[in-house]
């Protein structure tokens, strides 16, 4: 079953040099337009390379979104990129949608979505033993990437 993702964990993962624990979790990732737009891949920017890599070899594929009225309904709360990824998500009836965002996160499990982000990923790569260690790839995270995480959840995450 497929899967969709937003734009923060392909970004993050990329930044951090951990875009492959998408593949190898869920073999291939759909993204819609709007998130290949918020990706950036043309600029030079951290982690665009390996995500134009990725788009390249084919694994991250972008597909339209039908469901155009859904997008501008979701629009009213969420960006465009999650808009789109929660809508593609229900298209395709995927498996996963990758989210970080706490609204559209209670978006697509209000719509009955299966949700993981950037840190389920990191705990799911840690469990079957593809990351030695988590505290490297959290601390670059926050570092690097700006990205942002509750200090509760990092303890929590850490502990596990």
Same mark, same amino acid.
């Given at each position: ?12 993962? #990329?930044?951090?040099?951990? *875009? ?48 155009q009225? *859904?997008?501008? /309904? ?15 998500? /229900?298209? /395709? ?31 799911r ?20 990437a ?13 502990? #596990?």
């Amino acid at each position: 079953m497929p899967t969709v993702s937003n734009t923060s964990p392909i970004l993050n993962l #990329a930044i951090v040099d951990q *875009l492959a624990l998408l593949r190898q979790q869920f073999g291939q990732i759909q993204i819609p337009p709007a998130v290949l737009d918020e990706l950036k891949i043309d600029e030079e920017r951290p982690g665009s390379h390996s995500i134009q890599t990725a788009i390249t070899a084919g694994w991250i594929q972008v597909q339209p979104v039908s469901n155009q009225f *859904l997008v501008q /309904l979701l629009r009213q709360t969420l960006d465009g990129g999650e808009a789109e990824a929660i809508s593609l998500a /229900l298209e /395709l009836q995927a498996e996963w949608i990758l989210l970080d965002e706490r609204d559209g996160r209670k978006a697509a499990k209000s719509l009955d979505l299966q949700v993981t982000g950037v840190l389920g990923v990191l705990l799911r790569a840690k469990e079957s033993g593809d990351l030695p260690s988590l505290q490297p790839v959290l601390e670059e995270l926050t570092q690097n990437a700006g990205f942002r995480i509750a200090p509760e959840l990092l303890a929590r995450v850490l502990q #596990a």
